[in-house]
Nanobody
Framework: QVQLVESGGGLVQAGGSLRLSCAASGRTFSDYAMGWFRQAPGKEREFVARISWNGGSTYYADSVKGRFTISRDKAKNTVYLQMDSLKPEDTAVYYC????????????????WGQGTQVTVFS
């Protein structure tokens, strides 16, 4: 079992930055690939980014490529999502998730989820 807790969301003006954190506890954090997803009101949960267990591989949704950066600190059992050049369409609840194997963009492929953190971008 893995427990995930997100933090770092908030209200930011378009063009600004936020860094989300996801702290993991429970089973060995380094055994899991991690992902970030987001869900806007009235929309399905969508993939944002993922990172392999050792941080060596990353993958991004086209909508955030070049603006968002995913990283992980194994010593702190934490995964991050640095979000730059934010746009109003980035407004959503952001979730981190864990799965045993790296790969995939479908939410159903991830086994463990945090409670989410709200990001609101105003113009």
């Amino acid at each position: 079992q893995v427990q995930l807790v997100e933090s770092g969301g908030g209200l930011v003006q378009a063009g600004g930055s936020l860094r989300l954190s996801c702290a993991a506890s429970g089973r060995t954090f380094s055994d899991y690939a991690m992902g970030w997803f987001r869900q806007a009101p009235g929309k399905e949960r969508e993939f944002v980014a993922r990172i392999s267990w050792n941080g060596g591989s990353t993958y991004y949704a086209d909508s955030v490529k070049g603006r968002f950066t995913i990283s992980r600190d194994k010593a702190k059992n934490t995964v991050y999502l640095q979000m730059d050049s934010l746009k109003p369409e980035d407004t959503a609840v952001y979730y981190c998730a864990a799965r045993q194997y790296y790969g995939g963009t479908g939410a159903q492929m991830y086994d463990y989820w945090g409670q989410g953190t709200q990001v609101t971008v105003f113009s």
